[in-house]
């Protein structure tokens, strides 16, 4: 079954896209959903108590209940809604983890998850550690317990799925092994929520950062779960507007989660949106999503593989959406603008992680990266017109 007919970019365009890793498309009960609030009944929540206003409240609040559920979160308390995974991640940096001695984050992460702790003076071996990689870009347990070990009482920060290279982190066993040194886990989620189950409860993690717009949700919207037991210990990000309980001139009191924590007004229409790509993806359900992009996966990596030139950074396993590569001999921004032309929409370059690329002594990568309403036409579309590509820039 192709998946492109509920997504309306794939009726409106001739673009063959794979750059879900960037962002994913649309679903159209997603825009319909936006659409509905803008036309019927645009009016701010929280505040006044008039119909409009009551139903757009009542329908930002069943989208946290909903993302509740959908993670296995034990109340919707913990679920605070973010522009997406960067503000999730600034605002744990710089409301809880501020109070760390040392955070240590791993080799693989986006940028998005290295300047925040830049911004508050820490630097490698000052204040931020870095776990490097074994082979095939895999997590170095052993050298993240060493740093634990100097290190109790840390925080941890790390990705769940690379977006540049697409490997899966265990941050099941990542949370367990920090929790045995008494160090708080925050998991950046950008990439997870639109290939595979989250389950908080089994996974255990402190904070999970969540996109919307890379899981078929609106762009400027997302989320980031904090443990219960760690509500009152985190500071408001900012204040203002629908945080308040009292206010005078000599002191102010706040609300309770998670109202405490989200200032001014929302993206209203943004959150009602994310709730009905949460309900798409559970109608489709992730064990049909997971095989077929796997499948898809394989194809790709498969094909690549025929192809002499192509220059690999990890294999297919423990990997998953995002395949980063290069060819020999060719300039990846050469190659992309050539896809372009042949209306091929893909990735070139650092990636937003420029420091593994260093490591790596490249200046960045060719991205395919997949969802699951890709099909292996589009694939088979690509290959054909890179290795086009390749011939004109090897002639």
């Keep these: 079954m192709s998946y492109k007919k509920f997504f309306p970019y794939f009726k409106n365009s001739d673009i063959t896209y794979l750059d879900s890793g960037a962002t994913t498309q649309k679903v159209q009960s997603v825009i319909a959903s936006e659409l509905e609030y803008y036309t019927d009944y645009c009016a701010n929540t929280h505040r006044s108590n008039f119909g409009d206003a009551n139903k757009a409240t009542i329908h930002y609040e069943e989208s946290r209940k909903y993302l509740q559920k959908f993670i296995n979160a034990k109340d919707s308390s913990e679920i605070i809604f973010t522009k997406g995974v960067t503000e999730s991640i600034n605002f744990i940096c710089s409301s809880f983890a501020k109070n760390f001695k040392t955070v240590i984050i791993s080799s693989l992460e986006h940028h998005s998850n290295i300047v925040p702790w830049h911004m508050q003076g820490r630097s490698l071996g000052d204040g931020l550690e870095v776990v490097g990689y074994k082979d095939n870009f895999a997590f170095d347990f052993d050298e993240f317990e060493r740093i634990l070990v100097k290190n109790p009482n840390s925080f941890v920060s790390v990705t769940h799925i690379s977006n540049a290279f697409g490997t899966i982190n265990d941050i099941k066993k990542i949370c367990a092994m920090a929790h045995k040194y008494d160090s708080y886990v925050l998991i950046d989620g950008a990439q997870s929520l639109a290939h595979k189950k989250i389950d908080i409860q089994d996974i255990d993690c402190d904070f999970f950062a969540i996109s919307g717009h890379k899981t078929f949700a609106p762009t400027g919207v997302g989320a980031v779960y904090i443990k219960q037991e760690l509500l009152n210990r985190v500071e408001p990000y900012q204040t203002g507007g629908a945080t308040i309980k009292t206010v005078t001139y000599n002191s102010s009191t706040l609300l309770d989660s998670p109202y405490k924590f989200e200032a001014g007004t929302q993206n209203i229409a943004g959150v009602i949106g994310f709730r009905k790509a949460l309900e798409f993806i559970d109608e489709v359900g992730y064990e ?36 980063s590569f290069n060819i020999q001999g060719v300039i990846h921004d050469d190659v992309g603008i050539l896809l372009d032309k042949q209306k091929i929409a893909i990735r070139v370059g650092h990636h937003c992680a420029m420091p593994i690329m260093e490591k790596l002594e490249i200046k960045g990568t060719i991205r395919v990266s997949l969802a699951f309403y890709n099909d292996f036409d589009d694939i088979d579309i690509f290959i054909v017109a890179l290795k086009r590509a390749i011939k004109m820039l090897k002639d």
């Design 288 to 323: 049909i999503i997971e095989k077929q992009e796997y499948r898809l996966y394989e194809y790709l990596h498969n094909e690549l593989k025929k192809i002499s030139e192509v220059v690999f950074y990890n294999t297919t396993k423990e990997t998953i959406s995002n395949k």
